[in-house]
């Protein structure tokens, strides 16, 4: 049986638009394609965990309200096991705003992430009990600190999605065993990045490698992921996963394929797998996952557990 997967983060009420083209300033367009549900980098995660054959846990800021209910009840058809940090605050939940283009799959959001949030109370460390894996996003980062730091005492690996650099993002580094980061992340300290300078893409994982991980990738939409990985002995091992290639006809939407690339591999980890291979399942579901609809469409197509 595989180990439970803890993710501890971000959930948002996502309203996402579908639409041929973004508006112009002071432009009205009309959108074709309506969709109402919970999101997040943690939370979508934690869905696409479940929907692979994980137990997952979710802990997060829901708190009360009309939104909250619609993210909660959301959560609970995906099979995610919640713990709410603040169940009784009102207007926590955060929402955001998507608009996808059709033809292209790309997608506009505008959140306020986690500021709507109070300082959150530290999590209860036997969440962690069975646990195989602890995937932080970076929001909620006291929180997750507490956690990140008892799962390594405990020998569970942590994996951190670093979606962009954040005031308390350094602080996490140094709790965590694996980062796979997104293409958007920018070290304050490695300078400007050339998405097609391989040497200043090693830089980054350098960069963030001597800050504690051991394991570091560098995510890069439809382009290879250039992975970093400590060696008990001699320099570091340097390797790349390349995605399926999708043709640009069939992408049909990119919102959540870092979610779903961190959620997959999360649960990889959980099972047991070696990080790399792990990262390499991962990438596989988030190529799929363009394919169809939202981050958590791709779950109910054929080629979701191909």
Known sequence: MPGRLVCCGLTTLDVTQVLDRLPLPDEKVVADGLDVTFGGPAANAAAVAVALGVPTTLVTALGRGALADVARAGLRAAGVDVVDLVPDEPDVLPVSTVLVTRGTGERAVVSVNGARAPRLPAPDAGVLVHAGALLVDGHHAAAALGLAAAARAAGVPVLLDGGSWKPTTADLLATVDLAV?????????????????????????????????????????????????????????????????????????????????????????????????????????????????????????????R
């Open 181 to 305: 980061l997104s293409a958007d992340l920018r070290s304050p300290t490695a300078g400007a990045l050339d998405p097609g300078d391989v040497a200043a893409v090693d830089d980054l994982l350098e960069d963030v490698a001597a800050r504690g991980p051991w394991f570091v990738a560098r995510s890069a939409g439809a382009g290879p992921v250039r992975v970093r990985r400590a060696t008990a002995a001699g320099p570091p091992a340097r390797s790349v996963v390349w995605p399926a290639r999708v043709p640009p006809g069939a992408v049909v939407d990119t919102l959540g394929a870092g979610d779903v690339l961190h959620g997959a591999m999360a649960a990889a980890l959980a099972r047991g797998s070696d990080p790399l291979a792990a990262l390499a399942e991962g990438v596989r579901c988030a190529s799929a996952s363009v394919r169809h609809a939202g981050a958590r469409g791709w779950l109910t197509a054929a080629d979701a557990r």
